[in-house]
């Protein structure tokens, strides 16, 4: 079974950088497509961006993250990246990693077509 663990949280002053890590495990990551997803207090889950399995590598980002967040894979460690660059308050938020095998999601950045996901950890942007 995948198991995916999330790193690199924390506090943040704006305009600061933070760079996301999550380790799959259990499975070889080019195979699942990966996804970022974010809640906020009061708010529903969110996508923030994903990687598609190899070859295509195909990449999604939300419009509010565009050209500040870069999400990125590492076969060799079986970690993807998100790293988050130009932070702002409301990128204030638990963030997660998940992974889906089923090719038919590939494309997804629906939270309800990913079916492992990891343990969350916090992003707090504030000055």
């Known amino acids: 079974q995948v198991q995916l663990v999330e790193s690199g949280g924390g506090l943040v002053q704006p305009g600061g950088s933070l760079r996301l890590s999550c380790v799959v495990s259990?499975?070889?990551?080019?195979?699942?497509?990966i996804g970022w997803f974010r809640q906020a207090p009061g708010k529903e889950r969110e996508g923030v961006s994903r990687?598609?399995?190899?070859?295509?590598?195909?990449?999604w980002y939300t419009d509010s993250v565009k050209g500040r967040f870069t999400i990125s894979r590492d076969p060799i460690k079986d970690t993807v990246f998100l790293q988050m660059n130009n932070l702002k308050p409301e990128d204030t938020a638990v963030y997660y990693c998940?992974?889906?095998?089923?090719?038919?999601?590939?494309?997804?950045?629906?939270?309800?077509?990913?079916?492992?996901w990891g343990q969350g950890m916090q992003v707090t942007v504030t000055s």
């Open positions: 998940a992974a889906v095998m089923n090719l038919s999601f590939r494309l997804s950045s629906d939270p309800k077509d990913f079916d492992s």
């Open positions: 259990g499975a070889t990551v080019q195979y699942y497509t």
């Open positions: 990687i598609s399995t190899t070859p295509e590598d195909m990449i």
